[in-house]
């Protein structure tokens, strides 16, 4: 079954935009990342964030955590058509003992960047 | 070269046939995972391995098995496959680092396009 739900579905914006992502989940976790994907390829992790952080940036992008409404959002700030591409979260349950396994993904944000 | 690869790219067979998609990693991490992804889909998982004698079902593996080789190499098998396999097939790894605190993303290969006619 899913656990994250990725909100919008797709998502068009022009180049030097901001574009926001939000993923929600429903059971306790002991971490949420986001992955990329260009079409067809593997995933390409972005970002991790722990249950215990609220906030977290990595050059363009920042993911925010929210536990209480178990949800999170992911901004590209800036975005270049390179950015292209679908994004997905990916939780790692809490009853997994937080080692990195098992991670539940969502269906994916597809975001195209108009140049 | 690829930290995590995987052979073959794309595979078209029909149904009944065995199937078997290999991974290798240079990455030296212990765990390995297979997921499958469906168009509108997210990725599920399908079996993962923290090392060579420890292998575990995912959430979709009924028609699936898997052999872990070595700690480099990981297969899937399709024993006979049908044609709701047909899916794109990925292949990750990742660390598992808990003394240091220090956790990282997986690691997904290229992926398998796998058509099951």
């Known amino acids: 079954s899913q656990q994250g739900e990725e909100d919008p579905q797709a998502l068009s914006i022009q180049e030097g935009e901001n574009a926001t992502m939000n993923c929600s989940y429903k059971?306790?976790?002991?971490?949420l990342q986001w992955y990329r994907q260009n079409s067809g390829r593997g995933l390409v992790h972005l970002i991790l964030i722990r249950s215990n952080e609220r906030e977290k940036h990595s050059g363009r992008l920042r993911v925010t955590l929210d536990t209480s409404k178990k949800s999170s959002s992911l901004l590209i700030t800036a975005s270049r058509a390179a950015d292209t591409a679908s994004y997905f979260c990916a939780t790692d349950p809490h009853n997994s003992g937080g080692s990195n396994y098992k991670l539940t993904f969502g269906k994916g944000t597809l975001l195209t960047v108009n140049p | 070269d690829a930290d995590v690869t995987q052979t073959p790219r794309n595979r078209i067979t029909k149904t009944g046939k065995r199937i078997m998609l290999e991974c290798s990693q240079t990455?030296?991490?212990?765990?390995m995972y297979w997921y499958r992804q469906d168009p509108g889909l997210g990725l599920r998982l399908i079996y993962y391995s923290f090392d060579v004698k420890d292998i575990n079902k995912g959430e979709i593996s009924d028609g699936y098995s898997v052999s872990r080789q070595a700690q480099a190499k990981f297969s899937l098998s399709l024993e006979s496959a049908i044609p709701n396999q047909t899916a794109l097939y990925f292949c990750?790894?990742?660390?598992?680092?808990?003394?240091?605190?220090?956790?990282?993303?997986?690691?997904f290969g290229p992926g398998t396009r796998l058509t099951v006619l």
């Open positions: 059971t306790s976790i002991n971490n």
């Open positions: 990455k030296g991490h212990d765990r």
């Open positions: 990750a790894t990742s660390d598992f680092t808990l003394t240091s605190g220090t956790l990282e993303g997986q690691f």
